[in-house]
């Protein structure tokens, strides 16, 4: 019979919301050293509950040679041991892998200081932030399916973090370009991509955006900000509109990603086969939002389906030369 987890699994569920309930974005504009120890302080304390969990529930203390991967490919490889198999193997995993990052982690964020740049050593700390998460929702899922209980959280994977954040972005550019064509004032058409702007920060997939992105989503927020507050000359507007129009579009270079071109040429395929068979496929075309403008277009336009075919099958064609895929 296997060890019930519960009291294991409540403390996997309070930890995984008190890591979502520590709102850094909000500290981007305090640089002051009380703030930076005070935050400290906290991740430093979530970094103690979380190694109390760790070590009450390992089996082996001995740590994955991967253990000092980057944030990334500890992610990644946290995704690949939650296919295991065995519930066993997959705790065994997760806590093997965790344990030389998550000290790494820790080292780091009790040596910030407050020279330097604010922005940098607030994405340290939401590193340290998303590794938590990562590891506290992971081992929560190991614990319920060794316990034979239904996990409490929800556990995505890189991919379907990447799929979420690319959607906001698509929609984003979607909303700006939309903004850019109407027959409006200059600043009526900035207010209307500053709260485009302000939406994409408030959405929960923000927290899984990478540094660089958000580093340019709060300059351009800025930029509108100063231009608000000036005399709003009527050029400076619209080359800054250009700007911010141009500068989102970059967003979307996480469509180079090769994990999420693999899993758009499977979804796209998917999406053919249901619109051959005369079935929605309304889900499977909004985990597409970003990878094409003219797709998007007729995704957030409720295109008919004879357009959204068309387009389809030359994105299928695209993958297929980014993937080296072959035809199914």
Same mark, same amino acid.
């Given at each position: 019979?296997?060890?019930? %987890?519960?009291?294991?699994?409540?403390?996997?569920?309070?930890?995984?919301?008190?890591?979502?309930?520590?709102?850094?974005?909000? %500290?981007?504009?305090?640089?002051?050293?009380?703030?930076?120890?005070?935050?400290?302080?906290? +991740?430093?304390?979530?970094?103690?509950?979380?190694?109390?969990?760790?070590?009450?529930?390992?089996?082996?203390? @001995?740590?994955?040679?991967?253990?000092?991967?980057?944030?990334?490919?500890?992610?990644?490889?946290?995704?690949?041991?939650?296919? @295991?198999?065995?519930? @066993?193997?997959?705790?065994?995993?997760?806590?093997?892998?965790?344990?030389? +990052?998550?000290?790494?982690?820790?080292? /780091? /964020?009790?040596?910030?200081?407050?020279?330097?740049?604010?922005?940098?050593?607030?994405?340290?700390?939401?590193?340290?932030?998303?590794?938590?998460?990562?590891?506290?929702?992971?081992?929560?899922?190991?614990?319920?399916?060794?316990?034979?209980?239904?996990?409490?959280?929800? =556990?995505?994977?890189?991919?379907?973090?990447?799929?979420?954040?690319?959607?906001?972005?698509?929609?984003?550019?979607?909303?700006?370009?939309?903004?850019?064509?109407?027959?409006?004032?200059?600043?009526?058409?900035?207010?209307?991509?500053?709260?485009?702007?302000?939406?994409?920060?408030?959405?929960?997939? %923000?927290?899984?955006?990478? =540094?660089?992105?958000?580093?340019?989503? /709060?300059?351009?927020?800025?930029?509108?900000?100063?231009?608000?507050?000036?005399?709003?000359?009527? &050029?400076?507007?619209? &080359?800054?509109?250009?700007?911010?129009? =141009?500068?989102?579009?970059?967003?979307?270079?996480?469509?180079?990603?090769?994990?999420?071109?693999?899993?758009?040429?499977?979804?796209?395929?998917?999406?053919?086969?249901?619109?051959?068979?005369?079935?929605?496929?309304? /889900?499977?075309?909004?985990?597409?939002?970003?990878?094409?403008?003219?797709?998007?277009?007729? +995704?957030?336009?409720?295109?008919?389906?004879?357009?959204?075919?068309?387009?389809?099958?030359?994105?299928?064609?695209?993958?297929?030369?980014?993937?080296?895929?072959?035809?199914?």
């Amino acid at each position: 019979m296997s060890r019930p %987890y519960h009291s294991e699994q409540q403390m996997c569920v309070d930890l995984c919301v008190d890591l979502r309930s520590l709102d850094l974005h909000q %500290y981007e504009t305090r640089q002051e050293q009380a703030v930076l120890c005070d935050l400290v302080k906290r +991740i430093n304390q979530l970094f103690e509950r979380l190694f109390h969990l760790l070590n009450r529930v390992a089996t082996s203390k @001995e740590e994955s040679h991967h253990s000092h991967d980057d944030s990334t490919q500890f992610r990644i490889r946290i995704d690949t041991a939650m296919r @295991e198999d065995s519930p @066993e193997s997959r705790l065994e995993f997760v806590i093997s892998m965790s344990l030389g +990052i998550l000290r790494a982690k820790r080292a /780091a /964020a009790s040596a910030l200081t407050l020279c330097g740049d604010w922005l940098q050593k607030l994405e340290t700390l939401a590193s340290c932030r998303r590794c938590m998460i990562k590891t506290v929702i992971a081992l929560e899922n190991c614990l319920a399916l060794l316990g034979e209980q239904a996990p409490r959280l929800d =556990f995505f994977s890189e991919v379907q973090k990447g799929v979420e954040v690319r959607r906001c972005y698509g929609e984003l550019c979607f909303e700006i370009n939309e903004a850019t064509h109407q027959d409006l004032p200059i600043d009526e058409k900035l207010r209307l991509v500053g709260l485009a702007l302000g939406r994409l920060r408030k959405l929960d997939a %923000y927290e899984y955006v990478r =540094f660089s992105d958000r580093q340019l989503v /709060a300059n351009l927020k800025s930029r509108l900000r100063n231009w608000f507050e000036s005399e709003r000359n009527h &050029g400076q507007g619209t &080359g800054l509109l250009d700007d911010i129009r =141009f500068s989102t579009e970059l967003l979307l270079s996480i469509n180079s990603r090769q994990e999420l071109q693999e899993h758009d040429l499977v979804t796209v395929r998917s999406c053919l086969n249901h619109l051959e068979a005369h079935q929605a496929c309304t /889900a499977l075309l909004h985990a597409l939002v970003g990878r094409s403008k003219r797709l998007d277009a007729l +995704i957030l336009s409720f295109a008919d389906e004879r357009s959204l075919r068309e387009v389809l099958i030359e994105l299928e064609q695209e993958l297929m030369y980014q993937t080296g895929a072959t035809t199914h």
